[in-house]
Protein backbone atom coordinates (compact mmCIF):
# COMPACT_ATOMS: atom_id res chain seq x y z
CA UNK A 1 0.00 0.00 0.00
CA UNK A 2 1.52 3.30 -0.84
CA UNK A 3 1.50 5.78 1.32
CA UNK A 4 0.55 9.80 -0.04
CA UNK A 5 3.67 11.01 1.26
CA UNK A 6 5.41 9.16 -1.44
CA UNK A 7 3.41 10.28 -4.15
CA UNK A 8 4.48 11.90 -7.45
CA UNK A 9 2.24 14.25 -8.34
CA UNK A 10 3.76 15.20 -12.03
CA UNK A 11 4.92 11.71 -12.89
CA UNK A 12 2.82 9.08 -11.34
CA UNK A 13 -0.69 8.18 -10.98
CA UNK A 14 -2.92 8.19 -7.66
CA UNK A 15 -2.47 4.60 -6.05
CA UNK A 16 -5.71 3.08 -5.77
CA UNK A 17 -4.92 2.04 -1.85
CA UNK A 18 -4.48 4.80 0.88
CA UNK A 19 -4.27 5.07 4.73
CA UNK A 20 -5.84 6.36 7.08
CA UNK A 21 -2.99 8.00 8.59
CA UNK A 22 -1.81 9.85 5.46
CA UNK A 23 -5.24 10.63 4.14
CA UNK A 24 -6.09 12.25 8.06
CA UNK A 25 -2.77 14.20 7.41
CA UNK A 26 -3.01 15.24 3.29
CA UNK A 27 -6.48 16.76 4.60
CA UNK A 28 -5.60 18.24 7.94
CA UNK A 29 -7.94 16.08 10.02
CA UNK A 30 -7.78 13.77 12.79
CA UNK A 31 -8.30 10.03 12.18
CA UNK A 32 -10.90 10.14 14.75
CA UNK A 33 -12.85 12.33 12.21
CA UNK A 34 -12.08 9.60 9.67
CA UNK A 35 -13.33 7.10 11.93
CA UNK A 36 -16.53 8.91 13.11
CA UNK A 37 -17.62 9.10 9.01
CA UNK A 38 -17.22 5.47 9.12
CA UNK A 39 -19.33 4.85 11.98
CA UNK A 40 -21.93 7.25 10.92
CA UNK A 41 -21.64 5.69 7.15
CA UNK A 42 -20.83 9.45 5.79
CA UNK A 43 -17.19 7.70 3.93
CA UNK A 44 -16.84 4.10 4.63
CA UNK A 45 -13.20 2.40 5.21
CA UNK A 46 -12.21 -0.64 3.75
CA UNK A 47 -10.57 -3.54 4.95
CA UNK A 48 -7.28 -5.25 3.68
CA UNK A 49 -6.44 -9.26 4.45
CA UNK A 50 -4.58 -7.85 7.14
CA UNK A 51 -6.80 -5.82 8.84
CA UNK A 52 -5.29 -2.41 8.04
CA UNK A 53 -8.35 0.05 7.36
CA UNK A 54 -7.48 1.73 4.01
CA UNK A 55 -9.23 4.08 1.05
CA UNK A 56 -9.68 3.77 -2.37
CA UNK A 57 -9.10 6.61 -4.42
CA UNK A 58 -13.04 7.66 -4.74
CA UNK A 59 -12.63 7.57 -1.25
CA UNK A 60 -10.62 10.29 -1.53
CA UNK A 61 -12.29 12.57 -3.87
CA UNK A 62 -15.42 11.99 -2.17
CA UNK A 63 -13.47 13.16 1.68
CA UNK A 64 -12.50 16.83 -0.14
CA UNK A 65 -16.13 16.87 -1.49
CA UNK A 66 -17.66 16.13 2.32
CA UNK A 67 -14.91 18.01 3.89
CA UNK A 68 -16.44 21.10 1.41
CA UNK A 69 -19.72 20.59 2.77
CA UNK A 70 -18.81 20.17 6.61
CA UNK A 71 -17.27 23.77 6.36
CA UNK A 72 -20.49 25.11 5.46
CA UNK A 73 -22.07 23.45 8.39
CA UNK A 74 -24.30 20.84 6.97
CA UNK A 75 -24.96 18.30 9.01
CA UNK A 76 -23.32 14.73 8.59
CA UNK A 77 -26.51 13.36 8.48
CA UNK A 78 -27.60 14.88 5.12
CA UNK A 79 -24.14 14.41 3.99
CA UNK A 80 -24.19 10.63 4.12
CA UNK A 81 -27.26 10.19 1.60
CA UNK A 82 -25.21 12.50 -1.05
CA UNK A 83 -22.40 10.19 -0.42
CA UNK A 84 -24.55 6.79 -1.59
CA UNK A 85 -26.05 7.15 -4.90
CA UNK A 86 -26.99 10.57 -4.63
CA UNK A 87 -27.76 12.64 -8.10
CA UNK A 88 -27.29 15.97 -8.64
CA UNK A 89 -30.52 16.79 -8.66
CA UNK A 90 -30.40 15.61 -4.99
CA UNK A 91 -27.32 17.22 -4.02
CA UNK A 92 -28.75 20.44 -5.29
CA UNK A 93 -32.01 20.17 -3.58
CA UNK A 94 -29.71 19.53 -0.03
CA UNK A 95 -27.45 22.82 -0.63
CA UNK A 96 -30.98 24.96 -1.29
CA UNK A 97 -32.62 23.23 2.27
CA UNK A 98 -28.87 23.64 3.65
CA UNK A 99 -28.73 27.81 2.42
CA UNK A 100 -32.51 28.14 3.92
CA UNK A 101 -31.62 26.93 7.29
CA UNK A 102 -28.16 29.35 7.19
CA UNK A 103 -30.60 31.81 5.89
CA UNK A 104 -32.77 31.45 9.25
CA UNK A 105 -29.79 31.17 11.55
CA UNK A 106 -28.44 34.53 10.18
CA UNK A 107 -31.01 36.14 11.11
CA UNK A 108 -30.92 34.75 14.49
CA UNK A 109 -27.27 35.50 15.13
CA UNK A 110 -28.05 38.70 13.75
CA UNK A 111 -31.17 39.47 16.43
CA UNK A 112 -28.28 37.69 19.27
CA UNK A 113 -25.72 40.09 17.86
CA UNK A 114 -28.11 43.13 18.46
CA UNK A 115 -29.00 41.79 21.59
CA UNK A 116 -25.71 41.43 23.36
CA UNK A 117 -24.38 45.02 21.77
CA UNK A 118 -27.39 46.63 23.83
CA UNK A 119 -26.20 44.67 26.62
CA UNK A 120 -23.01 45.96 26.49
CA UNK A 121 -24.40 49.31 26.18
CA UNK A 122 -26.14 49.09 29.57
CA UNK A 123 -23.04 47.41 31.21
CA UNK A 124 -20.62 50.06 30.11
CA UNK A 125 -23.52 52.72 30.24
CA UNK A 126 -24.18 51.60 34.33
CA UNK A 127 -20.33 51.56 34.90
CA UNK A 128 -20.14 55.24 33.45
CA UNK A 129 -23.32 56.35 35.77
CA UNK A 130 -21.98 54.51 39.16
CA UNK A 131 -22.32 57.09 42.01
CA UNK A 132 -23.82 59.99 39.68
CA UNK A 133 -27.09 61.31 38.75
CA UNK A 134 -27.70 62.88 35.63
CA UNK A 135 -31.10 64.77 34.21
CA UNK A 136 -31.59 63.48 30.48
CA UNK A 137 -34.31 62.70 28.72
CA UNK A 138 -35.14 58.78 29.07
CA UNK A 139 -35.37 56.40 26.07
CA UNK A 140 -39.10 55.31 24.37
CA UNK A 141 -40.18 52.29 26.10
CA UNK A 142 -42.19 49.30 25.34
CA UNK A 143 -43.67 47.66 27.79
CA UNK A 144 -46.05 44.60 28.89
CA UNK A 145 -46.95 43.68 31.74
CA UNK A 146 -47.57 40.48 33.14
CA UNK A 147 -50.68 39.43 33.34
CA UNK A 148 -50.15 37.01 30.09
CA UNK A 149 -48.04 33.76 30.35
CA UNK A 150 -44.78 34.71 30.48
CA UNK A 151 -43.96 33.12 26.68
CA UNK A 152 -46.48 34.71 25.08
CA UNK A 153 -45.71 38.07 26.77
CA UNK A 154 -42.28 37.72 25.29
CA UNK A 155 -43.92 36.64 21.35
CA UNK A 156 -45.20 40.16 21.28
CA UNK A 157 -42.20 41.51 21.21
CA UNK A 158 -40.51 38.91 18.90
CA UNK A 159 -43.11 40.07 16.50
CA UNK A 160 -42.19 43.39 15.63
CA UNK A 161 -39.29 44.30 13.53
CA UNK A 162 -36.22 42.42 13.92
CA UNK A 163 -37.52 40.08 16.36
CA UNK A 164 -36.09 41.99 19.34
CA UNK A 165 -36.05 40.56 22.94
CA UNK A 166 -36.86 42.83 25.81
CA UNK A 167 -35.46 42.97 29.41
CA UNK A 168 -37.02 42.48 32.90
CA UNK A 169 -37.77 45.60 34.60
CA UNK A 170 -39.24 46.67 37.96
CA UNK A 171 -41.66 49.49 37.84
CA UNK A 172 -42.72 51.69 40.78
CA UNK A 173 -46.04 53.50 40.50
CA UNK A 174 -46.01 56.91 41.08
CA UNK A 175 -48.13 57.10 43.85
CA UNK A 176 -45.78 54.69 45.40
CA UNK A 177 -43.06 56.73 44.81
CA UNK A 178 -43.82 59.77 46.27
CA UNK A 179 -44.86 58.41 49.48
CA UNK A 180 -42.92 58.44 52.22
CA UNK A 181 -43.71 54.17 52.83
CA UNK A 182 -41.34 53.91 49.85
CA UNK A 183 -38.33 55.87 50.88
CA UNK A 184 -38.83 53.94 54.28
CA UNK A 185 -39.34 50.12 52.69
CA UNK A 186 -35.80 51.00 50.98
CA UNK A 187 -34.32 52.17 54.38
CA UNK A 188 -35.43 49.26 55.72
CA UNK A 189 -34.11 46.85 52.98
CA UNK A 190 -37.52 45.06 52.57
CA UNK A 191 -38.08 44.57 49.03
CA UNK A 192 -41.87 42.94 49.22
CA UNK A 193 -42.32 46.10 50.75
CA UNK A 194 -41.48 48.65 47.87
CA UNK A 195 -44.84 47.64 45.38
CA UNK A 196 -42.46 47.17 42.36
CA UNK A 197 -44.06 45.45 39.71
CA UNK A 198 -42.49 42.89 37.26
CA UNK A 199 -42.59 43.75 33.53
CA UNK A 200 -41.20 43.73 30.21
CA UNK A 201 -39.23 46.64 28.70
CA UNK A 202 -37.84 47.50 25.50
CA UNK A 203 -35.69 50.88 25.01
CA UNK A 204 -36.40 52.02 21.85
CA UNK A 205 -33.69 54.64 21.47
CA UNK A 206 -34.55 55.54 17.98
CA UNK A 207 -38.18 56.11 18.24
CA UNK A 208 -39.14 54.64 14.80
CA UNK A 209 -40.22 51.07 16.35
CA UNK A 210 -43.63 50.96 14.68
CA UNK A 211 -46.26 49.15 16.45
CA UNK A 212 -48.92 47.02 14.84
CA UNK A 213 -52.23 47.53 15.52
CA UNK A 214 -53.48 45.60 18.47
CA UNK A 215 -49.87 44.43 19.52
CA UNK A 216 -51.02 44.29 23.47
CA UNK A 217 -47.92 46.04 23.57
CA UNK A 218 -47.53 49.74 25.61
CA UNK A 219 -45.67 52.65 25.11
CA UNK A 220 -43.51 54.87 27.92
CA UNK A 221 -43.00 58.19 25.84
CA UNK A 222 -39.43 60.51 26.54
CA UNK A 223 -39.71 62.22 29.12
CA UNK A 224 -37.16 64.60 31.29
CA UNK A 225 -35.69 62.32 33.46
CA UNK A 226 -33.00 61.41 36.83
CA UNK A 227 -30.81 58.55 35.94
CA UNK A 228 -28.72 57.49 37.90
CA UNK A 229 -26.60 53.83 38.42
CA UNK A 230 -26.69 52.36 41.63
CA UNK A 231 -25.48 49.53 43.30
CA UNK A 232 -27.57 47.18 45.60
CA UNK A 233 -27.53 44.77 47.91
CA UNK A 234 -30.35 41.96 47.87
CA UNK A 235 -32.27 42.20 50.65
CA UNK A 236 -29.66 44.27 52.73
CA UNK A 237 -29.12 47.69 51.53
CA UNK A 238 -31.24 49.85 49.28
CA UNK A 239 -29.53 53.27 50.27
CA UNK A 240 -28.03 54.36 47.14
CA UNK A 241 -31.62 54.49 45.62
CA UNK A 242 -32.76 56.64 48.75
CA UNK A 243 -29.89 58.79 47.80
CA UNK A 244 -31.15 59.14 44.30
CA UNK A 245 -34.48 60.17 46.04
CA UNK A 246 -33.00 62.53 48.63
CA UNK A 247 -31.06 64.76 45.83
CA UNK A 248 -34.70 64.79 43.73
CA UNK A 249 -36.03 66.21 46.94
CA UNK A 250 -33.04 68.57 47.39
CA UNK A 251 -33.08 70.34 44.45
CA UNK A 252 -36.68 70.92 43.91
CA UNK A 253 -37.37 68.20 41.47
CA UNK A 254 -40.72 66.56 41.76
CA UNK A 255 -41.23 62.85 40.97
CA UNK A 256 -44.29 62.99 37.57
CA UNK A 257 -44.69 59.05 37.19
CA UNK A 258 -43.05 55.43 37.55
CA UNK A 259 -39.89 54.74 38.72
CA UNK A 260 -38.13 52.21 36.27
CA UNK A 261 -35.19 50.03 38.13
CA UNK A 262 -33.25 48.70 34.71
CA UNK A 263 -30.99 45.67 36.23
CA UNK A 264 -27.99 46.16 34.54
CA UNK A 265 -26.06 43.14 36.18
CA UNK A 266 -26.59 40.45 38.98
CA UNK A 267 -23.61 39.23 41.19
CA UNK A 268 -24.11 36.45 43.30
CA UNK A 269 -22.53 36.17 46.77
CA UNK A 270 -22.39 33.65 49.67
CA UNK A 271 -23.82 37.40 52.21
CA UNK A 272 -26.01 38.76 49.65
CA UNK A 273 -26.15 39.30 45.78
CA UNK A 274 -24.93 42.45 44.41
CA UNK A 275 -27.49 44.05 42.02
CA UNK A 276 -26.60 47.22 39.55
CA UNK A 277 -29.36 48.99 37.64
CA UNK A 278 -30.00 52.09 35.75
CA UNK A 279 -32.98 53.83 37.86
CA UNK A 280 -35.36 56.07 35.76
CA UNK A 281 -37.04 58.78 37.69
CA UNK A 282 -39.43 61.17 35.49
CA UNK A 283 -39.30 64.35 37.45
CA UNK A 284 -40.73 67.76 36.04
CA UNK A 285 -38.34 70.60 35.66
CA UNK A 286 -37.36 72.68 38.82
CA UNK A 287 -39.51 75.43 39.24
CA UNK A 288 -42.41 74.13 36.77
CA UNK A 289 -45.62 73.95 39.08
Keep these: MKHLSAWNW ?5 EDKYCIGDLAKHYGISTDT ?24 TDFICLGYILRLRKNNMPLADIGPLMHGGSL ?3 ADAARLH ?12 ALYESNRRFLAEVNDTIRLLGKIELCIS ?7 LSIPFSQAIDLFRALPGRPEPKMVFRVHRERAISPEYERALLRARAEDFGTELILALEDKSGKLQLPENSGLSVIQPHLCLLAGICCRTG ?3 TSHV ?19 SPALHAPSPD ?12 DPVGAE
Excluded: C
Excluded at 272 to 283: E, G, Q
Design 99 to 110: DAKLAEKRLELD
Design 34 to 57: LRLYDRQGVLLSHRAPNGYRYYTR
Design 139 to 145: PRMITRN
Design 10 to 14: RNERM
Design 272 to 283: ASVDYYRLYIPV
Design 89 to 91: ESV
Design 243 to 261: HVLQYAAEHGFRINGDIIW
Design 236 to 238: VDY
